[in-house]
């Protein structure tokens, strides 16, 4: 059996894909991840595994560099019950006023809007769809050249966007006014709280879903689902990693129990398929789900959902470091491992946190949506454009162009720990 792996599945640590686009057998997959591991083990030492797992996987102590940062951290832990959770620590590193979007020119804006308005207008076309909302559309730039598209075409469509930066909200608005395009816009907004889609619309997420910080699930004694989650304390410039059991949990609101997390907003994720070892982390946006699952709780019935993305490999089942750590998208090897260095360097980094791509397959099958396409990027785009379908350059990158066949409000979610082997049997 020959199965076509997202070009992620191959990376190398520098990034590139030396299979991009190939046909790959399972057994050559198998091989490669196994000769990875002899690499690792002798870096690490395999009879040495308790002696590494203890220096790699122990709680941190770390002092930041940027004190700005710091002191803006040590506020909100004494605003958020004294600690803050692994993605509320991360909000204010990406986000907050001393973090990295605040003091920093390069967002991670990308050349989407060069390659989809065109396949976007087509789309719209083909299911009569009238309205358009993008989740993260960052500056506007893929808003405004699609609905200029539309307006030539005589399709006059609605747009609105949900974004978290300010300044880009701000600047999405002066466009569309300075482009007498403001009978286009419908509302842009930051956050997807209560939010009423009325009519069937096409949502695009164009690499926002993976820009959602995650945070951190551990158990720690036998190998099992996770039991604990990770938590921050800053206190004098000095960040501490503190575990957090079920009592603390509560003071966020969550539960965490026999692998299920659940937030008082009612979203549950289900881990317990994950058979985590000791202290090993898994990264997991939870909340990057609660904002799919919103979102496509919010969307009327035949609704399209086009998501744009960077996904990562299946880890191989002996894989014992940490799973789905944060991603660089300024550093040359982006899985930033050294989480030492990434807590010293907070606030200066650009950071991404891509799903499992089978994982987040599956998800798509538990939302009840019909995955009509999904593919290489710009191979997708040119194919839905009607042009030449070249293939791309290497790319890390994918598209899953959906529909909404029937309403449904979901709330409960079941995370696997992906196995791309067998991955058939599970979608
Ligand atoms: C990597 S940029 C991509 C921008 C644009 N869609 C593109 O492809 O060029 C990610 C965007 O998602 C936005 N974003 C991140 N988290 C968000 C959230 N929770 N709600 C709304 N937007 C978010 C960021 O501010 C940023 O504009």
Redesign the pocket.
């Known amino acids: 059996m020959w199965v076509r792996f997202p070009p992620s599945a191959l990376n190398k640590v520098d990034g590139s894909n030396p299979f991009e686009g190939a046909f790959v057998c399972p057994m050559k997959k198998f091989i490669l991840d196994f000769l990875e591991f002899k690499k690792s083990q002798l870096i690490s030492g395999d009879k040495n595994y308790l002696k590494f797992s203890k220096e790699n996987f122990k709680l941190k102590t770390v002092e930041i560099k940027n004190k700005k940062l710091a002191l803006e951290l040590e506020k909100e832990c004494d605003k958020l019950g004294r600690f803050l959770t692994y993605s509320e620590f991360l909000n204010i590193d990406q ?1 907050g006023e001393y973090g990295y ?1 605040k003091s920093h020119k390069d ?7 060069n390659r989809w308005p065109e396949a976007i207008v087509k789309l719209l076309a083909k299911y009569q769809i009238y309205n358009m909302i ?6 506007g ?2 808003a405004l050249k699609t609905v200029k598209k539309a307006n030539e075409r005589g399709i006059k469509i609605k747009w609105s966007g ?4 300010d300044s ?1 909200r701000r600047e999405i608005k002066e466009n569309f006014k300075k482009h007498n395009l403001y009978y286009n816009l419908n509302f842009i907004s ?3 709280t209560e939010i009423k889609i009325q009519d069937k619309s096409a949502a695009v997420l ?3 879903l ?3 910080p995650p945070d951190i699930f551990l158990n720690i004694r036998d190998s099992t689902f996770p039991t604990h989650m990770l938590g921050i304390t800053v206190k004098n410039g000095i960040l501490k990693e503190i575990l957090l059991d079920k009592s603390l949990l509560k003071r966020k609101n969550i539960t965490l129990k026999k692998g299920v997390y659940q937030k008082n907003n009612g979203v549950k994720v289900n881990l317990n398929n994950w058979n985590l070892k000791p202290y090993q982390r898994l990264f997991l946006s939870t ?1 990057a789900l609660e ?1 799919l699952i919103g979102l496509v709780n919010a969307l009327p019935e035949k609704s399209l959902i086009l998501i ?1 993305d960077e996904f990562r490999v299946s880890p191989p089942f002996w894989e014992f470091n940490h799973l789905g750590v944060p991603r660089d998208l300024n550093t040359y090897r982006r899985d930033r491992f050294d989480l030492d260095n990434l807590y010293a360097t907070s606030g200066e980094n650009l950071l ?1 946190y891509p799903f499992y791509y089978f994982s987040f397959l599956n998800i798509l099958k538990q939302l009840e949506l019909d995955v009509l396409k999904n593919d290489e990027e710009e191979k997708m785009a040119n194919e839905i454009s009607g042009k030449k379908s070249k293939r791309g350059k290497p790319s890390l990158t994918y598209s899953i162009l959906a529909i909404k066949k029937i309403k449904i409000n979901k709330n409960k979610i079941d995370y696997f720990l992906p196995n791309e082997i067998n991955y058939k049997d599970k979608l």
């Open positions: 986000f979007h967002h991670g804006m990308t050349g989407v809007s993008e989740f993260g559309p960052g500056n730039k893929l949900v974004e978290i930066i880009f930051d956050t997807l164009s690499y926002s993976d820009s959602i909340l904002n744009i991404y």
